[in-house]
T-cell receptor
Framework: GAVVSQHPSRVICKSGTSVKIECRSL??????MFWYRQFPKQSLMLMAT?????????EQGVEKDKFLINHASLTLSTLTVTSAHPEDSSFYIC????????????FGPGTRLTVL | EDKVVQSPLSLVVHEGDTVTLNCSYE??????LLWYKQEKKAPTFLFML????IEKKSGRLSSILDKKELFSILNITATQTGDSAVYLC???????????FGKGTLLTVNP
């Protein structure tokens, strides 16, 4: 099956710093990548959809200037949490979809962000 | 706006019991309904359902979709402690194939 990796798996940072999370599709070309956020005991909430080579589409209520998404190649998307605050502490998960089978999305293992 | 409602939100059973998890939905442009199991990390894929009435089965797990009544169920027979997890139902709809998740059902299987 298709494999998606995320790096780092866990990050702890100080308030005010920026954190970059990478999402890579290892054995297929991901035309679309999705970024989700999951707070404790809650479901996954879609933050944004990114298509390779174009600007990300953000869901309502998600600040695009705070959560910068770059999908520069067919195997890599990055999410940068700028000027992180404690309320940004969450589990961030990416998923990737190839062009061949539109309904299938493959999830990365997630990144646990803790902002002190 | 697409909507996914799961019930119950939590369930506690004993090993060997059979459980049925429910998922109802509202969608403007249905493509697929998916079930995931989430333990401590990212969700792992269980089933994708596209057509009504066709049961998908994998070991002790099975699932079926009813597109007329807009719901799906996930059955787990002879439950084991390793089945303890959050089970997520998700919908793919719209032109961008984005997933809308339900809140999940927390299943706890006690020995």
């Amino acid at each position: 099956g298709a494999v998606v990796s995320q790096h780092p798996s866990r990050v702890i940072c100080k308030s005010g710093t920026s954190v970059k999370i990478e999402c890579r599709s290892l054995d297929f070309q991901a035309t679309t990548m999705f970024w989700y956020r999951q707070f404790p005991k809650q479901s996954l909430m879609l933050m944004a959809t990114s298509n390779e080579g174009s600007k990300a589409t953000y869901e309502q209520g998600v600040e695009k200037d705070k959560f910068l998404i770059n999908h520069a190649s067919l195997t890599l998307s990055t999410l940068t949490v700028t000027s992180a605050h404690p309320e940004d502490s969450s589990f961030y998960i990416c998923s990737a979809r190839g062009s061949a089978r539109h309904n299938e999305q493959f999830f990365g293992p997630g990144t646990r962000l803790t902002v002190l | 706006e697409d909507k996914v409602v799961q019930s119950p939100l939590s369930l506690v059973v004993h090993e060997g019991d059979t459980v049925t998890l429910n998922c109802s939905y509202e969608v403007t442009n249905f493509r697929s309904l998916l079930w995931y199991k989430q333990e401590k990390k990212a969700p792992t894929f269980l089933f994708m359902l596209t057509s009504s009435g066709i049961e998908k089965k994998s070991g002790r797990l099975s699932s079926i979709l009813d597109k007329k009544e807009l719901f799906s169920i996930l059955n787990i027979t002879a439950t084991q402690t390793g089945d303890s997890a959050v089970y997520l139902c998700a919908l793919i709809g719209g032109s961008n194939y984005k997933l809308t998740f339900g809140k999940g059902t927390l299943l706890t299987v006690n020995p």
